[in-house]
């Protein structure tokens, strides 16, 4: 079982920590600089933007550091480790499973509304999703084999990958030394995960997948393992709005669920159920004693 320790570092966490940031911010500039060159203006240069994105606000502020302040920068980030089948197998099934309970709790957060005194922050946060949804949906606007198959490679696997290397095999791993606590580095890690997609209506929901990919990562060490339910969950999401856009079905799977009637309240209750027990059967039978829970 990978380990995280000081001695992974050349430097402290902490000295580490502020490193990382200070290449993010770097990278995210030249990249918003170089971004703002490509434009977004139409589907193709929104695709190219998309990638750009993805290699210099989420990988390369990564790579910078860990090539720094990592002892082994494959090891610390866990790109070295490669799951076993059986947690593969596992993982891609809570994701599926857990499909019904998740749009109930999108839709739930999606329904919230703020104090009638903020009303103006709510227009304000309400028209920046929109504007972002608006992104997205162009990115997933295509009917092609083609669109879809650039979809997935983008959307799913390279931001999967991307932002998991971000958030997982970097961030995370750093809170987790400088903490000496997985959980509060898990769910501290989620918590920014989610905040940085700037969606508060949405904030809970990318909240606890993004805490669900901190635990795939510290139960297998591997990078691979939440980069891969991450590259499916967003993969699942963009071959349903192409099923939709080429007419080959009138079903919408986020709405799963999350209708109301008593027929979808029993199968998010069942996805609830089956999410539950699929965690646990990940956690204590394909992982077991094999967790570390503290740091040495």
């Given at each position: 079982m990978f380990i995280y320790m000081d001695q992974q570092l050349r430097i402290s966490a902490g000295k580490s920590l502020a490193l990382f940031i200070c290449w993010w911010v770097l990278c995210t500039l030249l990249g918003s600089v170089i971004i703002g060159l490509v434009g977004a203006d139409d589907v193709v240069r929104l695709r190219w933007a998309t990638v750009l994105q993805d290699l210099f606000i989420f990988i390369m502020p990564v790579a910078m550091t860990a090539l720094i302040a990592a002892r082994n920068p494959?090891?610390?980030?866990?790109?070295?480790?490669?799951?076993?089948?059986?947690?593969?197998?596992?993982?891609?099934?809570?994701?599926?499973?857990?499909?019904?309970?998740?749009?109930?709790?999108v839709q739930w957060n999606a329904?919230?509304?703020?104090?009638?005194?903020?009303?103006?922050?709510?227009?304000?946060?309400?028209?920046?999703?929109?504007?972002?949804?608006?992104?997205?949906?162009m990115l997933m606007s295509g009917t092609s084999v083609l669109d879809l198959i650039l979809s997935i490679l983008i959307m799913g696997c390279l931001t999967g990958i991307a932002e998991e290397l971000f958030f997982r095999g970097m961030l995370q791993k750093l809170l987790h030394v400088q903490l000496r606590n997985a959980h509060i580095a898990i769910w501290a890690t989620a918590v920014i995960f989610s905040a940085v997609h700037?969606?508060?209506?949405?904030?809970v929901p990318r909240m606890l997948i993004g805490a669900f990919l901190g635990y795939l990562a510290w139960w297998s060490g591997s990078l691979w393992l939440p980069a891969m339910a991450h590259a499916l969950n967003n993969s699942l999401v963009v071959i349903n709005q192409w099923l939709v856009n080429t007419g080959r079905s009138s079903v919408d799977a986020n709405s799963v669920g999350a209708d109301g009637s008593a027929v979808d309240m029993a199968i998010a209750a069942i996805s609830l159920a089956a999410t539950i027990g699929a965690l646990w059967y990940l956690s204590s039978r394909v992982f077991g004693k094999s967790r570390k829970a503290t740091i040495d």
């Amino acid at each position: 079982m990978f380990i995280y320790m000081d001695q992974q570092l050349r430097i402290s966490a902490g000295k580490s920590l502020a490193l990382f940031i200070c290449w993010w911010v770097l990278c995210t500039l030249l990249g918003s600089v170089i971004i703002g060159l490509v434009g977004a203006d139409d589907v193709v240069r929104l695709r190219w933007a998309t990638v750009l994105q993805d290699l210099f606000i989420f990988i390369m502020p990564v790579a910078m550091t860990a090539l720094i302040a990592a002892r082994n920068p494959l090891r610390f980030t866990g790109v070295d480790r490669w799951p076993c089948s059986r947690a593969v197998i596992w993982t891609m099934a809570v994701v599926v499973l857990a499909i019904p309970a998740m749009n109930v709790i999108v839709q739930w957060n999606a329904s919230l509304t703020l104090p009638e005194s903020m009303s103006r922050i709510e227009q304000v946060l309400r028209a920046s999703e929109q504007a972002a949804n608006g992104m997205v949906m162009m990115l997933m606007s295509g009917t092609s084999v083609l669109d879809l198959i650039l979809s997935i490679l983008i959307m799913g696997c390279l931001t999967g990958i991307a932002e998991e290397l971000f958030f997982r095999g970097m961030l995370q791993k750093l809170l987790h030394v400088q903490l000496r606590n997985a959980h509060i580095a898990i769910w501290a890690t989620a918590v920014i995960f989610s905040a940085v997609h700037l969606q508060f209506f949405g904030f809970v929901p990318r909240m606890l997948i993004g805490a669900f990919l901190g635990y795939l990562a510290w139960w297998s060490g591997s990078l691979w393992l939440p980069a891969m339910a991450h590259a499916l969950n967003n993969s699942l999401v963009v071959i349903n709005q192409w099923l939709v856009n080429t007419g080959r079905s009138s079903v919408d799977a986020n709405s799963v669920g999350a209708d109301g009637s008593a027929v979808d309240m029993a199968i998010a209750a069942i996805s609830l159920a089956a999410t539950i027990g699929a965690l646990w059967y990940l956690s204590s039978r394909v992982f077991g004693k094999s967790r570390k829970a503290t740091i040495d």
